[in-house]
T-cell receptor
């Protein structure tokens, strides 16, 4: 089946650090990737949608200069949290799809900012 | 704006019980509806996907129904097992190719 690999699975870093999270589709070409954020006991909230080769579309309230998304190839998208602060601590999950197919999710990245 | 609600937020049952998880959505113009399982600190595992034209889907002990006109879906789990303990998320898609909109989930605990 379709596999999405997300790395790293867990990050702890100091406030002010930039953190990069990778999302890879291992056995299919991901024309679209989605980035979600999940706070404790809350639902997954869509942050942005990225299509290969074009700029990401951000949801209302998500700062595009803070959460940089790059989808340079059909198998890789990255989310960079720039100058992270404690309020950015959350569980970040990516998903990938090929065309109109189903979304396949990564295992998520737990980000803790001290 | 589409909103997805799941009831109950948490559920505890003894092993062997049959149970129903509920999901409702405010905009009936959906493309499809999915049920996912999420284990603590983990990503999502897709359980069942129901297209808007379908009424139900079954996989093993799981059965999901969809009543699009009333904006409701249920996930029925038969003969629950401790391994079923997890958070179950319901999500809808408005149009083909768009992102999923999730409910907050129902956290299920099955005791042996």
């Amino acid at each position: 089946g379709a596999v999405v690999s997300q790395h790293p699975s867990w990050v702890i870093c100091k406030s002010g650090t930039s953190v990069k999270i990778e999302c890879r589709s291992l056995d299919f070409q991901a024309t679209t990737m989605f980035w979600y954020r999940q706070f404790p006991k809350q639902s997954l909230m869509l942050m942005a949608t990225s299509n290969e080769g074009s700029k990401a579309t951000y949801e209302q309230g998500v700062e595009k200069d803070k959460f940089l998304i790059n989808h340079a190839s059909l198998t890789l998208s990255t989310l960079t949290v720039t100058s992270a602060h404690p309020e950015d601590s959350s569980f970040y999950i990516c998903s990938a799809r090929s065309g109109d197919g189903p979304q396949h999710f990564g295992d998520g990245t737990r980000l803790s900012i001290l | 704006k589409q909103e997805v609600t799941q009831i109950p937020a948490a559920l505890s049952v003894p092993e062997g019980e049959n149970l129903v998880l509920n999901c409702s959505f405010t905009d009936s113009a959906i493309y499809n509806l999915q049920w996912f399982r999420q284990d603590p600190g983990k990503g999502l595992t897709s359980l069942l996907l129901i297209q808007s034209s379908q009424r139900e889907q079954t996989s093993g002990r799981l059965n999901a129904s969809l009543d699009k006109s009333s904006g409701r879906s249920t996930l029925y789990i038969a003969a629950s097992q401790p391994g079923d303990s997890a958070t179950y998320l319901c999500a809808v898609t408005g149009q083909a190719g768009t992102a999923l909109i999730f409910g907050k989930g129902t956290t299920l605990s099955v005791s042996s």
